[in-house]
């Protein structure tokens, strides 16, 4: 399946044990809203030139997405907050835009 080299679904299902159903879709959608959010930011200070923000927005990206199985998401914001990386923001943000879209689609489709 499209996708699945970027998602987890271990994750879900062992959240999926542990809460209700309505429980774990809003939490899902306050993550969707919330990747939403860090991806702009980070796109916002990459564009800027904001050093600290964009690590601050990787950082905060990392954390969001192993919460919920984003592993794709998750490696790709760990090498945009690694000082020693030689690659910089224009060359990681479109790979952490495009797992962004294909994890939340894989685990949209995880939900239903």
Do not use: K, N
């Amino acid at each position: 399946m499209a996708g699945m080299d970027s998602f987890d679904p271990a994750v879900i299902a062992q959240l999926r044990e542990e809460l209700p159903a309505e429980a774990l879709r809003d939490i899902l959608r306050t993550f969707q809203a919330d990747v939403a959010r860090l991806v702009q930011e980070l796109v916002a200070a990459a564009q800027a030139g904001q050093r600290e923000a964009y690590l601050h927005a990787a950082h905060s990206l990392a954390g969001a997405a192993s919460a919920v199985g984003l592993s794709g998401l998750e490696r790709e914001a760990r090498v945009a907050m690694d000082p020693a990386q030689p690659e910089g923001p224009a060359a990681v943000v479109p790979r952490i835009l495009a797992q962004s879209r294909s994890g939340l689609a894989a685990l949209l489709r995880e939900i239903g």
